[in-house]
């Protein structure tokens, strides 16, 4: 934590004494801990999705839905040690979770690994992230991950630098989505429920639909179209600063939520589909 290189940002701050990009300093910090009914069926199932809600993130997206807990003048939350951290994991394992998702994660993964290295957890942990990861980060969480859920959000640097100031964010994201491929190898099921696998999300913005669809066909040449999931979501709503980008600063248009799933559907990818309808703020927790 001295020296802080846990995501590709490496700020290589002292986040004992100060913060990074991330707005976080030594201690996890966790802003909401829920059995969430609103995510993909597999994940979700009728049990629920034992959902930890992380503060911070390495991205920061001026639309970001959870923006109250994701940036870094947030105050929501309390701080655990490694120890708490693990002993929290037990809590929503006891609660009768059908798996446990840590949601925006990246910046505390160390502490996140050796917490889970104590708690031996029995139901799959998910790794619900933003897709900006180190390959060294992912590497250490190998056996530890049973299910990866990363946004494939940008494809082209010109997106990345406007919405989330990281210009690498297209390479790192591919490498990051191969490494966890190589790790899961195949799409895992107990009945309805995902034990092993990858899921990929990508929320479709409004105007940059074409960017949506090169992001489709590359998930389809690089990655067996049998051995994970895409998820497309619709639910984008202008949000937190979506105002300061006047072309995002609107819902999307049926007619180019449309055109992207018919590019997935055309290029054999599997998986999820959003209606409409999720374009709303309803299913957004209250933190």
């Given at each position: 934590m001295q020296i802080c290189t846990q995501c590709p940002?490496?700020?290589?701050?002292?986040?004992?004494?100060?913060?990074?990009?991330?707005?976080?300093?030594?201690?996890?910090?966790?802003?909401?801990?829920m059995l969430h009914f609103g995510e993909e069926p597999c994940i979700s199932t009728k049990k629920g999705c034992g959902a930890v809600f992380f503060a911070g993130c390495?991205?920061?997206?001026?639309?970001?839905?959870n923006f109250k807990i994701s940036q870094s003048d947030s105050d929501i939350g309390e701080e655990y040690s490694t120890a708490e951290l693990a002993d929290l994991f037990k809590k929503v394992q006891d609660m009768g979770a059908e798996n446990i998702s840590l949601i925006t994660?990246?910046?505390?993964?160390?502490?996140?690994?050796k917490a889970l290295e104590i708690a031996h957890i029995e139901i799959p942990v998910i790794y619900n992230c933003g897709g900006y990861e180190s390959l060294e980060s992912l590497k250490m969480l190998d056996g530890?991950?049973?299910?990866?859920?990363p946004d494939m959000k940008y494809l082209y640097p010109?997106?990345?630098?406007?919405?989330c100031a990281a210009a690498d964010y297209p390479q790192i994201a591919k490498s990051a989505i191969l490494e966890m491929h190589r790790q899961t190898k195949e799409m895992v099921f107990?009945?309805?429920?995902?034990?092993?696998?990858?899921?990929v999300r990508h929320l479709v913005l409004p105007g940059i639909y074409r960017e949506s669809i090169e992001i489709m066909r590359w998930l389809s040449e690089n990655l067996d179209k049998d051995s994970f999931y895409i998820s497309l979501m619709s639910q984008y709503v202008p949000c937190h600063r979506a105002a300061d980008f006047p072309e995002i600063n609107r819902k999307i248009f049926t007619a180019e939520y449309e055109k992207v799933v018919k590019a997935a559907t055309d290029f054999g990818l599997a998986g999820y589909?959003?209606?409409?309808?999720?374009?709303?703020?309803?299913?957004?927790p209250e933190f």
């Open positions: 940002r490496k700020c290589r701050c002292d986040r004992i004494n100060t913060f990074g990009f991330c707005g976080q300093g030594e201690k996890v910090k966790v802003a909401k801990v390495n991205l920061r997206c001026p639309f970001c839905q994660p990246t910046h505390f993964s160390h502490s996140i690994a530890l991950i049973q299910i990866y859920m010109e997106s990345a630098v406007r919405y107990d009945g309805e429920a995902l034990k092993k696998g990858l899921i589909i959003q209606q409409r309808s999720a374009a709303t703020l309803e299913m957004t």
